[in-house]
């Protein structure tokens, strides 16, 4: 197994030096069971309470230990006194005209990121952030003009879907028919910061979501995008087993190196070795080459056939994204017609190429916008346009 490669960024403990409790949100079962034995669970009785307890906290998304009633008023008083359920705060809500909704949610030092839920029919996508800023420094990414402050617990990422589905009233209700429908029905991890620099937490964060008993979203449902660590990704299919998506952008190295500067570390050569062995490929399960089209930068025929050539035996399917412009941008979106022209080049080659429709711009909401500065949260994008137009 292959050592993490995380940047030396702090990660706050699961226990908060104000009162000393531990926050269940984001310990896998593993963990709670330990928790809970350590707080006086007898052995013998800590699967069954690592069970009730996981139940009403991701299926019921109960917040109160007086409300488990299953559970002996002794023992709720005991979980109670060491334990606490707590999310991420919602600072702010914006709604676009689509439907599309961003929460400016602060976690613990008073940080902020961004969570975008994407609403669609027969179902709903949750963009969700796993870290403080970004240390990549992409430069198409308005995330990447803020620098990385810290990683996200376990804790922090699991609570941004618990968060949206308090906003959108998702919780069953007990005694009600049974709803099988699923307003949060995908996670994709291409908010904020590279999840695969903070590879532990993501990695306990989704086997809390993926867990059958509670919040239960399928791997299939799940896409991890990352921008290419290398020595991460075989450990995401051998320890989360989500889907992949990679930030690809460029079909050269001269290219690539500029718009993700990661390409130095790890260059198309190297990235497309670790694709080719990732464990879980097949054509059930493509990888998800996302590519953000830039007018005059990447986006010419001669790319898209060395896109296609680059490729070749993966099975994939290739996103092309249009540039969402965000105030000071250095790029401009490539026109439809080249879009649509690159996209034939693609799909006449055996290879989907769906062209992804900006959603949420006008709440910076749209892929590559997100950026948590509270004063840049509060305001509207015409807002931020005028002040940097000066």
Sequence with gaps: MNAPVTPDVLTLPRKLPDNGRVNIVGLTRDQLREALVAAGTPEKQAKMRVGQVWQWVYHWGVRDFARMSNLAKD??????????????????????????RKYLVRIAGGHEVETVYIPEEGRGTLCVSSQVGCT???S??????????????AGEIVG?????????????????PKDETRLVSNIVLMGMGEPL?????????????MDNEGLSLSRRRITLSTSGVVPEIARTAEEIGCQLAVSFHATTDEVRNVLVPINK????ATLLDALRDYPRLSNSERITFEYVMLAGVNDSDADAHRLVKLIEGIPA?????????WPGAPYKRSSNNRIHAFADIIYH??????????????????CGQLKSATERGRKSRAEIAAEAAG
């Design 75 to 100: 023992y709720r008083a005991l979980l109670a006194e060491r334990f606490e359920i707590v999310l991420p705060e919602i600072v702010t809500r914006q709604i676009s005209a689509d439907g599309t």
């Design 265 to 268: 570390r790890w260059n198309i």
């Design 160 to 176: 941004q879907l618990m968060l949206a589905r308090d906003d959108l009233g998702e919780w069953p209700v007990p005694g009600a």
């Design 197 to 209: 620099y903070n590879f532990d937490a993501v990695r306990d964060a989704m086997k809390v979501c």
């Design 317 to 325: 399917k290739i996103n092309l994204i249009p540039f969402n412009e």
């Design 136 to 138: 990549l420094t992409c």
């Design 140 to 153: 198409f990414c308005h995330t990447g003009t803020q620098k990385l402050v810290r990683n996200l617990t």
């Design 349 to 366: 080659a055996g290879y989907a190429s769906p062209i992804r429709t900006p959603r949420g711009e006008d709440i910076m909401a749209a």
